[in-house]
């Protein structure tokens, strides 16, 4: 049964920082390209950043430059360094398998920047 439970979120102000973390189980998490995904209001879940098994990145160009996704295969757990935060970067951030999204969604992790 896969799991994916996201955390780090919260409230920051134009500018700051955040670390988000997303602990996988259940999946061959290792050979696995892994996504952030973000969720505004009113907007569909997007795909912000990506990772391949081999550490290979892809990035929306709204977070090119700012965000910084990685991955620590033996704790299965994949990260997304969130630096520069603008208020456009509000919503709620959800890791899955990416490109295309299989396993079932985590709760997310709120993320509100305050301009």
């Known amino acids: 049964q896969v799991h994916l439970v996201e955390s780090g979120g919260g409230l920051v102000q134009a500018g700051g920082s955040l670390r988000l973390s997303c602990a996988a189980s259940?999946?061959?998490?290792?050979?696995?390209?892994m996504g952030w995904y973000r969720q505004a209001p009113g907007t569909q879940r997007e795909l912000v950043a990506r990772?391949?098994?081999?550490?290979?990145?892809n990035y929306a160009d709204s977070v090119k430059n700012r965000f910084t996704i990685s991955r620590d295969n033996a704790k299965t757990t994949v990260y997304l360094q969130m630096n520069s935060l603008e208020s456009e970067d509000t919503g709620v951030y959800y890791c899955?398998?990416?490109?295309?999204?299989?396993?079932?969604w985590g709760q997310g992790t709120q993320v509100t920047v305050s301009s």
């Open positions: 899955n398998t990416a490109p295309n999204p299989f396993a079932p």
């Open positions: 259940g999946i061959r998490f290792s050979i696995t390209t």
């Open positions: 990772i391949t098994s081999g550490g290979t990145t």
